[in-house]
């Protein structure tokens, strides 16, 4: 079920108290999103693992049991003392669901808005998708641009 | 020169009225060691000396190669001598807000000048200072050699406008300014205008929102342009506390990011 909301609030939080790690739950959409983030150079590394901690054997060995005990742990950067992320939204909500086909996400890519509410993606400012292609699934914006790929956008980061 | 130096602005601030001396006086004995409070004094007063421009040829100070304004804007080596007087005289200087602000005392009112200039280069330094005194041009200078102290660098793209949007927000005074293509213009409030064309930056929109307050104005710019390089909320390292002028993390370029994430950012432009 899409919504961005969680890993969003869960990432820029954790980058504004400095943390290390984060812990966000194990899905499909999580992991593509933490794996764009890592693309994109924002965290360092991903690692499955449990609420305790990031452990790739505990993960296995919690399989059977609580699905909900299970956690992707990333780590975050920072360089200089200033967190490499700053802010993370959600852009598709549940009360005004946001799909862009590939005019529109290119226009966001290039300085203009599209959707009416949907602001310019700034230099450094990467946006997710959610496509209906099942080997591209999520991507992000300037990604699905070049694949020509239109849907869901899910969140910005920046 | 010594009648100038006795008796001129400089001389009222307390400037020492001993014409600049150089090694050679030093060695004969003509100058006293313990005259530089610190070996940068000593050094940039000697980087003017040598630079040859303002001293004639009986090794003095040139009365009429030194510009008024700047033996007044240059009191006494050892406080205002922020920056050498080749670099001074090349900077703009632009005295945004003039005020006459009242001290109410015991023994009635105290009024004084108060004034905010904007210094900058035109090429990406720029900074503001405050100065208040009695008289409006003595304000005017001291809040000049503020402002000198305060330069610090702002990262452009291609040298003329912003890297991104700027939403910022100092009190009740909303800023918000966008990059804009060669050739566009300063087309913005005129506090901002000034600001601008002190950094160097060519090509903006602006649009201030909330209250116009010209001091307000210039210090969210000024906060928000400057990315700075110290690491935030840490003061000045020292011991210092942080300041409101600190808060954020102002404009940072494509290099740095670059850098923070460790990859290149792709080129979005439409072909």
Redesign the interface.
């Known amino acids: 079920m899409p919504r961005a909301h969680d890993i969003s609030a869960r990432i820029q939080n954790a980058f504004r108290a400095r943390l290390a790690q984060v812990a966000v739950p194990h899905t499909t959409q999580n992991l593509a999103i933490l794996s764009i983030l890592l693309q994109s150079g924002f965290v360092s590394s991903l690692t499955r693992g449990t609420v305790a901690g990031p452990s790739p054997t505990a993960f296995d060995t919690c399989m059977g049991k609580l699905e909900s005990k299970r956690r992707i742990w990333a780590d975050l950067k920072y360089r200089d003392d200033r967190p490499v992320l700053t802010n993370m939204a959600a852009i598709s909500k549940p009360s005004n669901r946001i799909y862009m086909d590939v005019d529109e996400i290119k226009r966001i890519c290039t300085g203009r808005r599209a959707a009416w509410i949907v602001r310019p993606l700034q230099m450094g400012e990467i946006a997710v998708v959610r496509t209906r292609s099942k080997e591209n699934r999520f991507l992000e914006a300037r990604e699905a641009v070049r694949l020509g790929l239109g849907g869901e956008v899910l969140c910005r980061a920046r | 020169m010594d009648a100038l130096r006795r008796s001129g602005t400089a001389a009222e601030w307390g400037a020492d009225d001993t014409q600049a001396t150089s090694r050679s006086r030093r060695r004969r004995g003509q100058v006293d060691e313990g005259q530089y409070e610190t070996p940068l004094d000593e050094a940039l007063d000697l980087q003017a000396w040598n630079s040859g421009d303002l001293v004639n040829d009986f090794e003095q100070w040139d009365q009429h190669a030194t510009p008024l304004e700047e033996t007044s804007s240059l009191p006494s080596p050892a406080e205002a001598q922020t920056l050498p007087p080749n670099v001074v005289s090349t900077l703009m200087r632009f005295p945004l807000i003039s005020k006459r602000v009242v001290q109410q005392g015991g023994k009635g009112r105290m009024p004084s000048w108060y004034v905010l200039t904007v210094a900058g280069n035109g090429q990406g330094l720029v900074g503001v200072g405050e100065g208040k005194d009695t008289e409006n041009p003595r304000a005017i200078e001291k809040s000049f050699i503020a402002a000198c102290k305060d330069l610090d660098w702002v990262d452009r793209f291609e040298d003329r406008t912003l890297?991104?949007?700027i939403d910022t927000k100092w009190g009740s005074t909303r800023v918000l300014m966008r990059p804009r293509p060669m050739g566009f213009g300063l087309r913005c409030n005129p506090f901002i205008h000034q600001v601008c064309k002190a950094a160097g930056i060519k090509d903006i929109s602006a649009k201030v929102y909330g209250s116009r307050n010209g001091m307000n104005i210039i210090k969210a710019c000024l906060r928000v342009l400057r990315g700075g390089?110290a690491?935030?909320m840490?003061g000045d390292g020292v011991g210092r506390k942080g300041t409101r002028m600190d808060k954020g993390?102002g404009m940072r370029g494509?290099e740095n990011?670059e850098?923070?994430?460790?990859?290149w950012?792709?080129d979005?432009?439409?072909r």
Do not use: C, D, K
Not at chain 2, 259 to 263: D, N, V
């Open positions: 890297w991104n949007e390089h690491p935030p840490m993390y494509r990011i850098r923070e994430r460790g990859r950012l792709a979005n432009r439409l």
